[in-house]
């Protein structure tokens, strides 16, 4: 079993950055493929971003590459995720999962065994 808590959400102004994180414990998630997904009202759970179990591929949205930086430290059991330039669309209850060797359609998809209880963020314009 694996836990996740996230933090690091708020209210920012759009232009401006946040930093969510999700600390996993139960088992270290060296190995593990972590993801990023967030949910918008009234809209479906969508992919943010992904490190895979190799620690090696990483993987985004369209609508959040070359803005969001998802990275981790393994040795805090922990993964981050680096949000610059907010748009107001990016407002969204985000959510952290973990698994294992997951393959890419299904870390897109949202496969995860294991999912955190959700972090606001709110980009007001």
């Known amino acids: 079993q694996v836990q996740l808590v996230e933090s690091g959400g708020g209210l920012v102004q759009a232009g401006g950055s946040l930093r969510l994180s999700c600390a996993a414990s139960?088992?270290?998630?060296?190995?593990?493929?972590m993801g990023w997904f967030r949910q918008a009202p009234g809209k479906e759970r969508e992919f943010v971003s992904a490190?895979?179990?190799?620690?090696?591929?990483?993987y985004y949205a369209d609508s959040v590459k070359g803005r969001f930086t998802i990275s981790r430290d393994n040795a805090k059991n922990t993964v981050y995720l680096q949000m610059n330039s907010l748009k107001p669309e990016d407002t969204a209850v985000y959510y952290c999962?973990?698994?294992?060797?997951?393959?890419?359609?299904?870390?897109?998809?949202?496969?995860?065994?294991?999912w955190g209880q959700g972090t606001q963020v709110t980009v007001s314009s």
């Open positions: 490190s895979m179990w190799d620690t090696v591929r990483t």
């Open positions: 999962a973990a698994d294992g060797s997951l393959s890419v359609r299904a870390v897109i998809g949202g496969q995860f065994n294991y």
């Open positions: 139960g088992r270290s998630i060296t190995t593990y493929t």
